[in-house]
């Protein structure tokens, strides 16, 4: 059976060196804080956003909330958006995507300081991520991604990694920061050929696909690590969620596996505040 490759470890370590650095900052008189911008007030943000202040509370950091109503204006959102990005007291921003269907989401999110822009939501901050600038952040769920590998060891150095989907806040963003450990990376999307067969020869597979269960044992083989990036509703457990991959058929073939829930998503939020931690650092350096 595949070694469960828990998050709350690593999630665990990473607040633990976040605590140092936040000491070391209020040393000289700063206290990174993380300015979150929520429009509306949807289940899953707020259950986010409760997350990622309990885990800023935790590591001695400062948080502060902007919200605003569903149904704002583009023009004061964008007000809103350049004003939270002029606080020299935030140092970094996470705001809710989408936006809601009336809004430019496009535009909004350009207004975000590149420099503040701790999950990836400018292109500014995307072109970093693929020039290999280490002053751009990439989303949190691949840094989380990294981090776990990372954590537990994992060789990547002229290994085969198949990342499964192509988006550009998972799929597209881990398979650059792959790159930069050196492996040797296949991105696959919904029209690529033999997709079981592609899978079977990595020795690292991230799936990212949004599809419960998906990844079963035809996607796998012996000796393979698994990173399951998916948050779905489980088909079978109503009220429940499950990941990209059917961990019952995978888990008797694979070395390593990460569970969902308790993997990946389980590390975002310390990601989210090693991130604002670092453009703090960055913003006073
Ligand atoms: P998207 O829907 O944006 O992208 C899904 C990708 O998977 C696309 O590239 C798509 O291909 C590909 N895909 C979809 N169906 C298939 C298929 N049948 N065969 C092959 N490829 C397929 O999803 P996200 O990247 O935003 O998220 C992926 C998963 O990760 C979701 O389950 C999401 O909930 C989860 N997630 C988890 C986070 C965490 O913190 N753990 C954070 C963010 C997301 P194509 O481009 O061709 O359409």
């Excluded at 707020?46 to 950091?61: D, I, P, Q, R, W």
């Excluded at 450990?181 to 997709?195: F, G, K, M, P, Y």
């Excluded at 000796?223 to 457990?237: L, M, S, Y």
């Amino acid at each position: 059976m595949a070694e469960l490759l828990k998050g709350k470890a690593v999630a665990s370590a990473m607040k633990d060196e976040l605590v140092e650095k936040v000491e070391a900052l209020k040393a000289k008189g700063i206290t990174p804080k993380l300015g979150i911008i929520r429009v509306g007030a949807k289940p899953d943000d707020l259950f986010y956003e409760g997350g990622a202040k309990k885990t800023c509370s935790s590591v001695g950091m400062d948080y502060e909330v902007f919200e605003y109503p569903q149904d704002i204006g583009q023009e004061d959102l964008e007000k809103a958006v350049v004003e939270v990005g002029g606080k020299k007291d935030v140092h970094g921003i996470l705001m809710f995507a989408p936006l809601p269907k009336h809004l430019d989401e496009k535009k909004i999110r350009s207004l975000i300081p590149v420099e503040k822009d701790v999950d990836c939501m400018t292109l500014g901050s995307a072109g970093k991520v693929f020039a290999d600038d280490q002053t751009g952040f990439p989303p949190c769920t691949p840094t989380a991604c990294m981090d776990m590998l990372k954590f537990y060891d994992i060789p990547l150095k002229g290994k085969k990694v198949v990342v499964l989907g192509r988006s550009l806040i998972v799929g597209k963003p881990v398979a650059m920061l792959l790159l930069r450990e050196h492996a040797t990376v296949t991105i696959c999307h919904s029209r690529t050929e033999n997709l079981p067969a592609v899978c079977r020869e990595a020795d690292v597979l991230v799936a990212a696909v949004g599809r419960a269960k998906m990844v079963n044992a035809d996607y796998v083989k012996e000796g393979q690590i698994v990173i399951d990036v998916g948050i779905n509703e489980d088909p079978d457990r109503p009220g429940k969620y499950c990941g990209d991959v059917d961990s019952e058929s995978v888990e008797p073939i694979v070395a390593k596996l990460t569970p969902v829930p308790g993997g990946v998503g389980s590390v975002t939020t310390a990601v989210l505040c090693k991130q604002t931690i670092m453009a703090c650092e960055l913003q006073n350096s």
